[in-house]
């Protein structure tokens, strides 16, 4: 499946990126592509996109990356809604995963309650203690 993505070039600590058209098997890194369609610098935040290219090459099958699907929509070259580009911090979870851990954690609680009125008496005596030598 080919992929319409960008590719790191540049020195360390300065990046820039081509926007590529590349087999998604490819390494980012790996340098085949078929077509530089654009070019990215965020240090100067230069966009550069060839959108008559990019139209092409969806037509032809490729698939954008997140981050270049949005770019396409900010310059109306694709109608759309824009995606999340950041990753998940964690999986989605079904419905009935989230009901059972749930109802483990008020297991704990319960017993957790009533040792709660013993950790208060001491606390309770600590300010009479320390009452007494102020006094």
């Known amino acids: 499946m080919l992929k319409i993505r960008l590719q790191r070039v540049g020195r360390v600590n300065i990046p820039t990126f081509r926007v590529v058209v590349t ?3 490819n390494s980012t890194k790996s340098g ?7 070019s990215y610098d965020p240090v100067n935040d ?3 996109l060839d959108a008559d290219r990019a139209k092409y ?3 032809q099958g490729a698939q954008p990356s ?3 699907h949005n770019w396409l929509i900010d310059k109306k070259v694709i109608p759309g809604k824009k995606v999340n ?9 079904k419905e009935g995963e ?3 851990e749930g109802a483990a954690p008020v297991a704990p609680t319960a017993p957790a309650s009533s040792a709660a009125p013993a950790a208060e008496a001491p606390k ?3 300010p009479a203690s320390n009452e007494a030598p102020k006094a």
């Open 98 to 100: 989230a009901k059972a």
């Open 23 to 25: 087999d998604s098997k």
């Open 85 to 93: 580009a950041l990753p998940k911090k964690k999986p989605i979870k």
């Open 32 to 38: 085949r592509s078929l077509e530089t369609i654009g």
């Open 57 to 59: 090459w969806i037509s």
């Open 66 to 68: 997140d981050t270049v």
């Open 124 to 126: 309770a005596e600590a």
């Open 46 to 48: 230069v966009k550069e």
